[in-house]
């Protein structure tokens, strides 16, 4: 499975999701599967979990990008 391939498509609600596993959700995020356990274990990431199976669906790893941000400030240019 590639990280442009979601590893199911299910519906919740009338409304598709696409879920990833650890793997393919590491690779989106450029870490290790370790880190992504990690940061379930840490509560940082809400997985989907189907028995042993643990999933992680796109719209949470958008959530978990975007709070993830690092906004700096930036000193204007003296002139």
């Known amino acids: 499975m590639g990280a442009d391939t979601p590893f199911a498509n299910c519906f919740l609600g009338g409304q598709k999701m696409k ?14 599967p370790w880190t992504v356990r990690a940061y379930i274990r840490e509560g940082k990431l809400c997985p989907i979990q189907m028995g042993r199976l643990i999933r992680l669906d796109e719209q949470e790893l958008e959530r978990f990008v975007v709070s993830a941000k690092v906004v700096r400030e930036v000193e204007p240019i003296a002139e």
């Open 19 to 32: 879920l990833y596993d650890v793997r393919d959700a590491a690779q989106m995020l450029a870490v290790s």
